[in-house]
Each structure stands twice: as C-alpha cells, then as structure tokens.
C-alpha cells in the first residue's frame, strides 16, 4: 500500500467540483504518471514479496494487470462521471443506495486506521537503524515495548499537530514522499543491481524456470496478495483526468505509463533486496534496513546506513502527520451528510472533527497493544497487514461492481472519460478487478508459512473476526441513523436518484451532472431529498419533483456517447417513448 494513500483519501472526499474549460489546468502526460507513481509507489513491503525471488516478478506483472489498471481506468470514469463531494461513498451509492456506500466509506477510515500501527513500526524499525552499532540496532528493532512506545508517540502527537488544520504540516508532507520514498528507492536499486553485476552471488535461484511461482505450494500465494494493496491509491488521482487536455487518449497512455513504472520499481526493488539477503533472513520489519546496510558495507560507504534510515524515518514520520487527518476528514464529510450523530461532527476553530480524531487515535492504541500480545513482531505487523488488504479489497470490490452497475442505471450520465469498449469493455475490465480483488481476499486469510504467526487457528481466527466486526459495525451504525443528523451546512448534495424521486439503482434518463440536477430542482421549487435510504427517514425541502430529463432523439444519442451536455431546453417527458424511466417510482 502507498504510503501516501492516507494523505490522498482527504482529495477523494473533499469537493472535486469540476472546472469550466477555459479554468482547467492542462496537465501533461508525463507530470499525471508521474503523479500516480508518487502516490503509490512506497518501499517498506518490498521484504515480504522478497521472498519470493524471481517469481516476485510474476506477481506484480500480473496484480498490476487484474488490478492496477482496471483501479486506475474505472476510476477515472467514477470521478469524470460524479465528481461531487464524497469520492467512492458518492459512486457507491448512487449504484446501490447509502447503506452499502456508507460500508464503502467505513471500510476506506477503518482499513487506514488499522494500517497505521504497520506503517509505524516501519517507522520505529527506522528509527532503530539510525544507531552506529548494528547488531544493537536490530535487537532494539525487535523490542515489542519499543516498537510500542514509538507507535503511541508518534501517532499521538501526530494527532495533536493534526488539529491544527493541513496548514501545520502540509510543506513537511510534500517532500516527505520524495526524501523518504524516491530518493532511498533509487540508492537501493542502484545498489542492489551494482552488487549483483559486480559478479557477486545472488542470494536467490537465477533462471527462466523461477520465474513462474510454484502453484503446488499454496501458502506462496499468501504474502504475495498483499501486492495488491502495493497498488492501492491509484484511484485517488482520477479526479484529475478532467485536467488532461484529451482525456480518452491522454489518460489511458498516463495510466500505463505509471503502471509500468510502478511495477518496474517494485520489481527492481524487490529484486535488489533479494540479492543481497538471504531468504531465510528476511524479516518483514528489518529487511529494507539490512538491506541498505549490507549494500553500503559493501560498496564501503558503511557510514551511510543511519542517515537512510533516518531519510526513511522522516518519509514515515511527515506522512503520518498528514494522514492523521485524511481518513478522519472523509469520515467528517459523511458524517455532516447525515450518516453519523451530531456528537461524530464536532469541528474545532481550524475545521478538524476532533471527536473523530480522538476515536481514530484510541482504535490505534488498542491495536497497537496487539505487539505485546501476539508472538513476535513480525507477527502481529502480518496480521494487521492482512486485516487491511481484507477491509480495503471489500471497498474496491464495491467500487467495481458500482462502476458496471452505474453503466446501467444511469446510462445517459456525461463521463468525460468512459472505459473504452463500451459496456462490455466495461463488463472486461471492472470485471477483472472484481475477480482479482475476491481472489486476493480469499487468500489474505491463509496463514503465511514464511512466518511464526503463533496458533494458525487464532491467526485465521483474528482476521475473520475482525474482518467480521468491521463490516457488520456500520450496518448497525446506518440502522440507527436519525434524520437530524444531517448538517444543513453540509456541502454534500444528493444522489441522484433522491433528487429525481426514485431508488437507488432505478434506471434514470437523466443526462446532465448531479450539480445541474441540484440547481434546477433549486430553481424551481422542487424538494431535495436527503433521505438515507428509500422508503423512510425523508428529509425534504420542498414537494414537486424536478423536470430535467433526457434529450431526445440524435442529441440524447450523443450526449450519452460523448458526455456532451444538452441544449437548453432539449427534454421530454420521463418515462416516455417505453423507456424505463423513474416517473413512476416510489419518491423516497
């Protein structure tokens, strides 16, 4: 997972309301891949995929083609079609209504707050390998309590700097991902593939055989799913395909772009570490900085090894600042849209939910005492590592299937950019995300024979009941939702099937942006529903329906082929001509 997911999160439930032509920023092809590559790229899993050696190479190639892409291009039509306030909870639930959005939603907070332990002890294992003394180093590395106390301090006061505002911090965070990502992913690379060509031996198999995993061993598919959350953030950057001067060509040649230089650091990476670290040696928490030692003594810079460790510490530590407040500022934006009690809205003067904050940092707390539990460090970094994958793949598999859905549903809504292929492109790609991410989920709860877990039982046990907990929690949260939770102030327009009276996923003729929508039921007098589920719990402004409906004949055709807006005026009655419309639908 990128280490800079966290932090992107905010932009995609913040207001991504598009800009007029003549506004947008013309964004080349090269700075959007670069863009993508920057947001996910991130080096502190590399050790677990390392393990593999050359079959690593499989996996990535193929967790970039049944995931990477099809995230990175279905997401673009996501945030080009609705790009309103709400990101994935927006997408969500215009396909299937606010009670699955709402899940969709939950599972992006508590996937991240889960994530943030793990990120930590890299973090604390950093902070370890800044000594001069190596074999101290790693036993301090190893130490349950210290790895505990770092995570605790460091995350409590990045909390306390989080309710200050993104003003406190946000130039730290910008060159954190650069001092602490790119920069260390070059110098290992460039170390790792010097030691190999200087006719040093390879610490795993070399040969065309290897690289094909063996799919007889079952448990080697296990640590490999975590690749596809190495992926995960792709998605983030959609929203700036607006800004691509033409974004049916421009985009996908971007995507691929990142795509292959994402997987090609990761790949070089991994590779690099490989090299020079036994396999038995591996250690998810350690490798990366035995690594950079081991390369520097040999190449007798051996002096350079603290001051790495401390780049990748201040990449960790910048980061987290930030991302304190990513997750928290989604969850406050849907929170104000009327998912969540007043008590969850609170803001202090800088527009930070503290309550959500302090909740966020307690549930990091109490994981983070999971370290003093479970058998080892290692351990417990694994089962955490997992738990996220599993919450986060639940989110892209709603993403996906929204995305086909929505093809249907409300076929006739402008897309700038559209998946190419038309629906059965659709079907093809988001398709193929689907059954990735189910596979990935499938396998992430398959306990790793590389590493001493403690009882397989409590190891698979932990996770199902996590798992479990996570996703039934805010079901019950949305059952008990209460009309008045809604802010008035709340920017969140909504969806729009509420605004033109039917259900989620009743098929609409509607082709014009939920905006336009909002501004003519505005303009004439008609209700905005902000009802959280069809049939109950209404929340009006007024009583009349809007009129805005499809334009008809050729200009229908086009707008919904080109994502072209109407003329003025250029409607027909909803529901005429056989079509399935939403006039007769129950208003919620």
């Known amino acids: 997972m990128s280490d800079s997911k966290a932090s992107a999160s905010t932009a995609s439930t913040n207001d991504q309301q598009g800009l007029s032509a003549k506004q947008k920023a013309q964004i080349t092809i090269g700075a959007l891949a670069v863009m993508n590559i920057v947001a996910v790229v991130s080096l502190r899993g590399l050790p677990s995929e390392a393990e593999y050696g050359l079959s690593s190479v499989f996996y990535y190639v193929f967790a970039a083609i049944v995931f990477l892409i099809p995230v990175s291009i279905v997401a673009a039509e996501l945030a080009t079609g609705w790009p309103e306030t709400g990101g994935v909870f927006r997408w969500v639930g215009e396909a299937f209504g606010p009670r699955w959005a709402f899940l ?26 800044t000594g001069t003394e190596q074999n101290l180093d790693a036993q301090l590395a190893g130490n349950k309590l210290f ?53 040093n031996t390879p610490q795993i198999q070399m040969g065309w055989g290897e690289l094909l995993p063996d799919f007889g ?9 975590s690749i596809f959350l190495f992926y995960a953030g792709m998605e983030m950057n959609a929203i700036h395909v607006k800004e691509v001067k033409n974004p049916t060509r421009d985009y996908p040649i971007a995507v691929l772009i990142a795509a292959a230089g994402t997987v090609i650091i990761f790949v070089l990476g991994t590779l690099a570490i ?36 401390a780049m990748l510490l201040l990449g960790v530590l910048a980061g987290v600042v930030t991302w304190v407040a990513g997750p928290s500022s989604g969850m406050l934006a849907v929170a104000k849209a009327g998912y969540l009690p007043r008590f969850w809205q609170h803001t202090n003067k800088h527009g930070m939910g503290t309550h959500i904050l302090f909740f966020q940092a307690f549930v990091v707390t109490g994981l983070g005492f999971i370290y003093v539990v479970l058998p080892s460090v290692q351990a417990a970094y694994q089962i955490l590592s997992q738990l996220t994958v599993i919450l986060y793949l639940i989110m892209y598999m709603l993403m996906f299937a929204a995305a086909i859905y929505l093809r249907y549903s409300q076929p006739n809504r402008p897309r700038p950019y559209r998946v190419p ?19 990935a989920f499938s396998f992430s709860f398959i306990p790793p024979a590389q590493i ?23 079901f019950i949260i949305y059952a008990f939702r209460k009309p008045h939770w809604r802010d008035p102030a709340s920017p969140f327009v909504p969806f729009t099937w509420q605004i033109e009276h039917s259900n989620p996923g009743t098929v609409t003729e509607s082709s014009v942006s939920t905006q336009q929508l909002t501004r003519e039921a505005e303009a004439s007098g008609s209700p905005l529903t902000y009802s959280q589920d069809s049939g109950h719990g209404e929340h009006t402004k007024a009583a009349h329906p809007p009129a805005h409906v499809q334009p008809s004949g050729h200009e229908g055709e086009h707008a919904a082929t080109t994502g072209a807006a109407p003329a003025p005026g250029s409607t027909r009655p909803r529901g005429s001509g056989g079509s399935t419309g939403t006039g007769g639908s129950t208003a919620v």
């Open 421 to 439: 292929g038309g629906d059965v492109g659709m079907w093809i790609v988001a398709g193929v995300g689907f059954l990735g991410a189910l596979m």
């Open 452 to 474: 001493a877990v403690g009882s397989p039982a409590v190891y698979v046990g932990i996770l199902v009941a996590g798992a479990a907990i996570m996703v039934i929690l805010p």
């Open 274 to 309: 490989a090299f020079v670290v036994p396999q038995a040696d591996i250690n998810l928490t350690q490798s990366l900085l035995t690594s950079y030692n081991d390369m520097f003594e040999w190449a007798g810079i051996g002096w350079a090894g603290p001051i790495v460790a």
């Open 104 to 129: 969709a939603m939950f599972m992006l907070f508590i996937e991240v707050t889960i994530w943030f332990p793990t990120v930590l002890t890299f973090g604390a294992v950093s902070l370890a390998y």
């Open 147 to 199: 790895v505990l106390a770092v995570v605790l301090v460091v995350y409590w006061l990045a909390t306390f700097i989080a309710f200050r505002g993104a003003k406190a911090f946000s130039r730290v965070s910008q060159w954190g991902g650069i001092i602490g990502t790119i920069i260390p992913a070059i110098i290992l690379i460039v170390l790792g593939f010097s030691y190999f060509f200087a006719g």
């Open 217 to 225: 061993n079952f448990s080697n598919v296990v640590l490999a799913a």
